[in-house]
């Protein structure tokens, strides 16, 4: 039997159709399988931290997810601040990511933002995204130095077979996808899933979940109380995005098979195009329509080249809900396999997978058909209309659609800690810090608990003919949440060693998925996991090894905030106003971790500029006591803790505590003492100095309770922590 692999100049991988051949295993230090936005990230992030070689597979050949292959070229980044929707704040890898972005549209259109989207600030065209991936891990083709590593690229083949000695998985064994004959197996000393659907951790043996959460598992105030029937498999909707350019002329498709048009009636009284350009934000009211919801190029109001006009659809109507599947579809799965159309789509096979999306790619473009045929007739003539939009050619498929759907939700690995809905859940839709800040926090993020409508209803009865969607009470747009980081436990399994989750494949629950899944979360996710898998390769341990040990998971989180190789940091604790370019980013995360100085209550800034207040001099320097081994404990309790502190006032509270403070602060102590100041000297003094810990030696193993709070490690947000309990 012979293996094929591609180790292919990564930029020019666009123009070949089909990987070399090889016949022997290929060995590795690190695999990464799936080559969405994660797994590039995760890959570029190990590499740039000095693994050696890492492998880096992919099913087709595009890099890049949800920014490429998935054609979801508008970035979902919104947030909630001051009331009002904005970015959350960019950092890591996927800040790299954004300003490539914008270099690469100024220099195509002249504008770095040239979408005026209605839910995004920034939008790509697909194989500007696919190129700008390529070239990301193109940089680490060949080591560039000696504390970088190699990056081999091999596209189109499908994860098959795990396996494991030992409880540790060892290597992947993959298949072509036009020829399961054909067969490659890579050998690595540790495996990061960023596929799809989790392929690696279900055929490892690793635990996992797949749909509905029950209330009695998590406690999750949102989760059905179950028993579960076909529902068990309901999940967020995949969705086929539909990629248009304008042609200027009659560009209606063919009538897909099947198409009824009842199907589509939503359309029927939503506008379906705008004239607005995008000067009064994102998610103006004025702006919403489906043309503008999403659109990548506004050559219009931009005064841009006939032709370059672009948008894509990625509207509920499109939606694809995973269960209750329409009878030719499951009659179709079924004769693949009993019952097979009863499966969660996490346990199908690849080619059972491929019969659900042909579905998902008729029904979506029986909506861009709808479009242009209904909706054109109901509206007036005018040249944006759908009608004189056609399909993209970029992506170089037969059917000119993206080479894969977009995945809301698949598998959720079972991890040391699995992130539920009470931690991150907002009391209204003005977030605040989380309820579990964790100390292990690996990157910060907020999103809306997002779900798109998960069910369909059958209009003639049964499960024939034409459906429609349906969006339930407890899984819809607006469950609101609060700003939290992911934990570092949560990409971590409960049993299996050689093995880290990322992308999607992680410890959350089902709710928490739909809030932690879109495409900065989903960079920053890979980034973290390579930093940890990185991390594991340096010490020869595992991960679990690394995640009970508190110095491997702070020297994790140094990596994040601080690269090497001069990138932005990964803003761990998610202040707003905290910039990866201030002098001070380091300080005030590490400090916000560590619990030294968390986050102010009633506020998302850190303020760096403002004065700080005596008393809260105090009770930081009551914190570094409390959580640091220092050289004094006698407390540091002036007389005066009234007004703003000065420079003084810190050096003598520092003396204290047997702290040599800085000799600026005794030369020039009358200065007012900046927030920024302070998280700068502080950390100063304190990072390298050993962090107070209670007993560790039976941490994170099952039915242990470190801080004695009555719950378990592997249920505690905080499990270092008495005030985590409820």
């Known amino acids: 039997m012979r293996s094929r692999y591609t180790i292919l100049p990564v930029a020019l991988l666009l123009a070949f159709g089909s990987p070399l051949h090889a016949a022997e295993p290929v060995a590795c230090d690190l695999l990464i399988v799936g080559g969405n936005e994660a797994g590039v990230a995760a890959a570029v992030q190990a590499a740039r931290l000095g693994v050696p070689h890492v492998v880096l597979v992919n099913d087709i050949e595009w890099l890049g997810g949800q920014f490429s292959a998935e054609g979801v070229g508008c970035l979902d980044e919104w947030t909630t601040y001051r009331g009002k929707r904005v970015n959350f704040p960019r950092s890591g890898l996927f800040l790299d990511i954004v300003r490539e972005i914008r270099k690469r549209n100024a220099t195509r259109y ?11 600030t920034d939008t790509v065209e697909p194989a500007i995204a696919a190129r700008l991936f390529a070239d990301l891990i193109a940089q680490y083709q060949k080591p560039r130095d000696d504390k970088t590593g190699r990056i081999t690229y091999l596209h189109s083949w499908e994860p098959v077979r795990v396996r494991t000695e030992k409880n540790a998985v060892t290597s992947v064994e993959f298949a072509a ?4 004959k054909k067969s490659l197996v890579v050998t690595a000393r540790l495996t990061i899933d960023c596929s799809d659907w989790g392929d690696v951790i279900r055929l490892s043996g690793a635990r996992y979940a797949a749909g509905p959460d029950l209330k009695k598992r998590f406690g999750e105030p949102g989760a059905p109380e179950g028993p579960l029937s076909d529902d068990r498999n309901e999940m967020n909707p995949l969705s086929w995005c539909v990629v248009l350019r304008e042609a200027g002329k009659d560009s209606t498709i063919a009538k897909p098979d099947g198409y009824e048009p009842r199907s589509f009636a939503a359309l029927d009284s939503t506008p379906p195009f705008v004239d607005w350009d995008g000067i009064d934000g994102v998610y103006s009211k004025a702006g919403w329509s489906v043309y503008t919801h999403r659109r990548l190029v506004d050559r219009r109001h931009n005064k841009l080249a006939a032709g370059t006009e672009a948008t894509f659809l990625n509207w509920p109507v499109q939606d694809y809900p995973l269960y209750a599947f329409p009878k030719p579809v499951a009659d179709a799965l079924d004769a693949t396999e009993a019952n097979a159309s009863k499966k969660n789509i996490v346990d199908m096979t690849a080619a059972q997978r491929r019969i659900v999306y042909a579905d998902a790619k008729r029904h979506a473009l029986g909506m861009l058909y709808h479009l242009q045929t209904k909706v054109h007739d109901r509206v007036r003539d005018y040249p944006e209309s759908f009608r004189y939009m ?11 659609l993206p080479p894969k759907p977009y995945i809301r939700e698949g598998l959720r690995l079972e991890a040391l800690y699995m992130l539920r809905e009470t931690d991150i859940r907002a009391a209204d839709r003005n977030p605040k810090w989380a309820k579990s800040m964790v100390p292990d926090g690996v990157f910060g993020f907020q999103f809306n608990i997002d779900f798109h409508p998960t069910r369909r209803k059958f209009l003639d009865g049964g499960n024939t003919g034409p459906w429609q969607f349906v969006h339930t009470a407890n899984r819809n747009w607006h469950t609101d949440t609060d700003r939290a980081m992911l934990p570092l436990r949560s990409l971590v399994p409960v049993e299996v060693d050689g093995l880290l989750g990322s992308s999607k494949n992680i410890g959350v629950t089902s709710l ?3 809030a932690l899944r879109v495409h900065g979360q989903m960079v920053l996710c890979g980034q973290a996991a390579g930093t940890v898998a990185a991390v594991c390769l340096k010490e020869g341990r595992q991960p679990r090894e690394v995640a009970r040990d508190w110095k491997s998971v702070r020297d994790v989180q140094r990596l994040l905030v601080k690269p090497p190789c001069g990138s932005p940091g990964v803003l761990l604790w998610p202040y707003h106003d905290l910039s990866t ?10 400090l916000a971790v560590r619990g030294i100085w968390p986050g102010d209550a009633g506020s998302l800034d850190f303020r760096a500029n403002d004065a700080t207040a005596k008393s809260e001099v105090v009770a930081i320097l009551a914190r570094v006591q409390e959580l640091v081994v220092i050289p004094s404990q006698k407390p540091f309790q002036p007389a005066d803790t009234a007004g703003p502190a000065n420079w003084k006032y810190l050096s003598d509270g520092l003396v204290t505590l047997g702290l040599k403070p800085p000799a600026g602060l005794v030369k020039d102590g009358t200065q007012v003492l900046q927030r920024h100041e302070l998280a700068r000297i502080l950390w100063a003094m304190v990072r390298d100095l050993p962090e107070r810990q209670p007993d560790l030696k039976n941490y994170l193993r099952p039915g242990n309770d470190t801080d004695g709070d009555g719950i378990a490690d592997l249920d505690d947000p905080l499990p270092l922590m008495k005030s985590s309990a409820p």
Do not use: I, K, M
């Open 390 to 400: 056609q399909l993209t050619d970029e992506f170089g498929t037969p059917d000119r």
């Open 110 to 120: 002249g504008l770095a933002s040239p979408g005026n989207a209605w839910c995004g």
């Open 177 to 180: 996808p036009d020829d399961p």
């Open 512 to 514: 928490v998925s739909a």
């Open 581 to 590: 370019d201030d002098l001070h980013f380091e300080a005030v995360n590490h």
